[in-house]
């Protein structure tokens, strides 16, 4: 192999290590968050799908922020609209997944009020989703810089990055 290819298959690996580092790091401390608002909730009996409504909202928020400044600062940036409403798409996707497993534990299999049920399949849902999250930040939000096609400018004068 040439040395370039050499350097590139290097530069590529530590940038993917890179990422799925950080992307834990934000992970993990959304988790404690989701993971602490949920339970909070479920103590003083606010139902197990509201709880977790309210628990992803902070957490995610707080990930937006640690994703965009920390797991992909790196990667080529569109405008903040896109991305937000992307991550928070992509986000909104996994909550109703969450919910939709939540629900069916909750009801129809009766594991409503028992807290140790609820929080493995919570987890459960939270680590299908953190493996849709991850693919799906890296596709759709936080581009690489080769996935960029031109800078240009729209109707109001704002600048923007097309996709490919």
Excluded at 83 to 104: P, R
């Amino acid at each position: 192999m040439s040395n370039s290819l050499v350097s590139h298959l290097r530069s590529s690996w530590r940038v993917l290590i890179k990422e799925i580092v950080a992307f834990g790091i934000v992970g993990f401390v959304s988790l404690i968050i989701d993971l602490g608002i949920y339970n909070l909730l479920l103590h003083h009996n606010i139902g197990v799908l509201t709880s977790k409504l309210v628990s992803t909202i902070v957490a995610t928020t707080f990930a937006y922020f640690g994703n965009l400044h920390f797991s992909f600062s790196h990667r080529a940036r569109t405008t903040l609209g896109r991305e937000t409403s992307f991550f928070f798409a992509i986000n909104f996707v996994a909550l109703v997944g969450a919910e939709v497993v939540l629900a069916v534990f909750a009801y129809p299999l009766h594991y409503k009020y028992d807290h140790l049920v609820m929080n493995v399949v919570n987890l459960f849902t939270i680590g299908l989703g953190t493996l849709f999250r991850f693919w799906a930040y890296k596709r759709f939000v936080f581009l690489a810089p080769d996935r960029v096609i031109a800078a240009t400018e729209d109707p109001e004068g704002e600048a923007y990055i097309a996709a490919s």
